[in-house]
């Protein structure tokens, strides 16, 4: 669905809209300029934080940066860093944990500033250490715009306006949290199971 929101592969069946206009009838390069998107395997290049976020985008200052990552709540750790956002990221970002390279990724999304904003499971494999940060994080990311998050773990997406539980590539059950809870579907028993206690609306 996500590949095909992006344009990546055209659509068989049905339609996607944005604002009322399907999405056939954007122009490419101005629909994925409105569209960020955060994955579990995060991408980090060999190069300092800030062209990691940047992606050497020169239009985007060290001020910008330093102001997204203070809202995300990652501007300590990276201050931390031997050379602070000139600290050299070796290839994939092997001398960073998961979640310092996952809270990147949020950086760069923020600082890009999409209209609309997939995460795609981007918080499944965060270390215990930066969980709550990663959590903090992911709430400031998604303020105020539309936001897509796919994910397994119940906890990051319990706030969300709409729900879509999905079944072998199937829609079988939609609504909030509360809502989801109260019909006693498929949404409650991943609840119960992720939780191992009884689900209360």
């Not at 206009?21 to 122009?27: L, M």
């Not at 060290?62 to 990652?74: F, H, N, S, T, W």
């Amino acid at each position: 669905l996500i590949n095909i929101l992006n344009r990546f592969y055209p659509i068989q069946k049905g339609q996607i809209s944005i604002d009322g206009t399907p999405i056939t009838e954007y122009d490419l390069r101005s629909l994925r300029r409105q569209i960020g998107m955060v994955q579990q395997d995060v991408f980090l290049f060999s190069g300092s934080v800030h062209e990691n976020i940047t992606l050497h985008n020169e239009h985007i200052s060290r001020e910008q940066v330093i102001e997204a990552a203070k809202m995300l709540g990652a501007h300590e750790f990276i201050m931390q860093l031997p050379g602070n956002y000139d600290y050299q990221v070796m290839e994939r970002g092997a001398t960073l944990s998961l979640g310092q390279r996952q809270l990147i990724s949020f950086i760069r999304a923020l600082v890009y500033d999409p209209s609309i904003l997939i995460l795609d499971e981007a918080t499944s494999s965060v270390d215990v250490e930066t969980e709550q940060i990663i959590q903090h994080a992911v709430e400031n990311l998604i303020a105020k715009r539309t936001s897509i998050i796919i994910a397994h773990r119940l906890s990051t997406i319990q706030h969300a306006d709409n729900i879509l539980v999905m079944d072998k590539g199937k829609v079988v059950e939609s609504g909030n949290h509360v809502t989801l809870l109260e019909k006693d579907g498929a949404y409650k028993r991943l609840y119960e199971l992720q939780f191992s206690q009884p689900a209360v609306p």
